[in-house]
């Protein structure tokens, strides 16, 4: 009788990582769609279907499209399609809402330096302080250049911020101020500590049982009437934070999964190498807990950047907010739903960008950590 052998491996060895998904993906796709004759020639009867069912769009999209007209009377031919014009004639209040007209290349400046520094960062060549102080660089010199009051800039109030700009500075300081306080929750709520552990519990469950809607009325509108007539916060800066609060909420419980996944061995090793609590957080425990939570965390920050929405029922005039207000004009009021399609190019385009960073991000950690045979 022949020996048998085994290839099982012995003794408590963990599997390996998988290896990080290539970049490319067309290859593999092309390969699946033609793996055989039939499915090729479904493959091409489908693509032929899909051409002839969105060719009408393409030709009232691009071909037909009127895409420069003062008046809008060159919209209403009869073989026009969309009527892009009505960007092009409303660019200003889409992008920088009721912010003062001749004021409004701060504005354009702020969008600039947003999209330049996240251009710059992406491929994350600098060193991640620089980065961080860059970003802070940028945020500051956003709000001297929208509130002015310095360096010759006329002062304008929060309450003509709008478009744009207005939506930058809503999603940096939402997450800028989210993130550090979701963190201290979810360590709040592993403490040993029963007080602190009960107060940050209670916390989450409450902000997370409650629409974002609810608790930006509370803090714009209610949260007045419980404050001293001397204290006079800006309507802005208090829906700002109840949008930091909510964001937190959320997002400590992304981070809290990161710090369950951890072995326990990792923190029990770095305290018998005799780390303080601080170095043992910022050196072995979060570094690892933030890599597990981030696809959950990018997750909240994509939909922080599309709450930034909701301020517009403040009378606070995002980029949506102020399409709508631009749209009320009784000459272009007709072609709404080509303002409408491109605000949604543009938060598809910025929701995409963040999606897209935060997977390069994974990337990197899976790399690493198979390089470190974790």
């Known amino acids: 009788m022949a020996a048998t052998t085994s290839f099982a491996l012995t003794g408590g060895a963990t599997a390996p ?21 039939l499915s090729g020639a479904f493959t091409l009867a489908l693509g032929l279907a899909l051409i002839a069912l969105l060719w009408p769009l393409f030709r009232w999209a691009i071909l037909d499209a009127v895409w420069y007209a003062p008046d809008p009377a060159a919209c209403r ?23 003062p007209y001749q004021q409004q290349w701060r504005g354009a400046v702020v969008v600039a330096l947003w999209l330049g520094w996240a251009l ?4 994350r060549w600098l060193p991640l302080g620089l980065r961080l102080g860059g970003w802070l660089a940028v945020f500051l010199v956003s709000l001297v ?23 930058f500075m809503i999603f940096g300081g939402t997450v800028a101020g989210g993130l550090p306080l979701a963190v201290a929750l979810a360590l709040g709520r592993r403490s040993d500590w029963p007080v602190i552990s009960f107060l940050c519990a209670a916390f989450v469950e409450c902000v997370r049982g409650f629409p974002l ?3 930006l009325f509370f803090a714009a509108l209610i949260l007045p009437l419980f404050l001293p007539p001397e204290l006079d916060i800006d309507k802005l800066l ?29 923190e029990e090793a770095a305290k018998a190498l005799g780390m303080r609590y601080t170095l043992r957080l910022r050196k072995v425990v979060l570094p690892q807990a933030i890599a597990v939570a981030l696809p959950a965390l990018f997750n909240d920050i994509i939909r922080a ?11 606070l005039f995002d980029v949506l907010g102020a399409t709508k207000a631009a749209l009320q004009d009784p000459d272009w009021v007709r072609y709404g739903m080509e303002g409408y399609l491109f605000v949604f190019l543009l938060y598809f385009l910025i929701c995409t960008g963040l999606s897209l960073y935060g997977r390069s991000i994974e990337r990197d ?10």
């Not at 710059?120 to 491929?123: D, F, G």
Request: hydrophobic content about 50%.
């Open 238 to 266: 208090r829906a700002e934070i109840g949008m930091i609060v909510f964001f937190a909420a959320y997002a400590a419980e992304a981070v809290r999964g990161g710090l369950q996944a951890l072995p326990e061995g990792q």
């Open 17 to 37: 990582r998988p290896a990080p998904q290539a970049a490319g993906r067309a290859g593999p796709l092309l390969r699946r769609l033609f793996r055989s004759p």
């Open 305 to 315: 950047f599309k709450n930034t929405t909701f301020f517009s029922i403040l009378g």
């Open 77 to 99: 031919a009869a073989d026009a399609g969309a009527c892009w014009a009505v960007i092009a004639e409303k660019h200003r209040v889409i992008l920088f809402g009721a912010f």
């Open 120 to 123: 710059l960062t992406a491929p």
């Open 365 to 374: 950690n899976l790399r690493r950590l198979r390089r470190a045979g974790a």
């Open 145 to 167: 250049l929208m509130r002015g009051g310095l360096l010759g800039l006329s002062a304008v109030g929060t309450d003509l911020w709008g478009g744009l700009p207005l939506t």
């Open 213 to 215: 809607l609810v608790v």
